[in-house]
């Protein structure tokens, strides 16, 4: 059964780089163990400037990866947030008097300036 391997693109510009320089494509199959179809594959992609395209890709891939990893360290700390103002809510001192309801919350009072 074949392997399926992924190569960088870095990799890809080398070995057609080495082409370039004279080696022969039995040469280079047989160094970096590739099939001699695939490197001609990479050198048609590099005359046309395909190659080119696949490293601006491959930066603006490992850029958005880099992002959404950053993005997840801040939601975690926000969860973490979250988790700690719970917890200090439920065990905040509640007041002995007066309403607890949220909407009506606590009353005004006469001294503060409030409506009378």
Known sequence: MPRHRSHSVDFKR????????????HALSRRHDLSRNLIRIWIE???????????????????????IAALERLV?????????????QANAPRPRNGPTSVITGPEVSPLSGGVR
């Open 45 to 67: 992609k590099a005359e046309v400037g395909a190659l080119d395209q696949d490293l601006a890709s491959a930066e603006l891939l490992s850029a958005y990866e880099a992002r």
């Open 76 to 88: 975690g700390r926000q969860a973490l947030e979250i988790d700690f103002l719970k917890g200090a």
């Open 14 to 25: 080398q070995v057609v780089a080495e082409y370039q320089a004279g080696e022969t494509l």
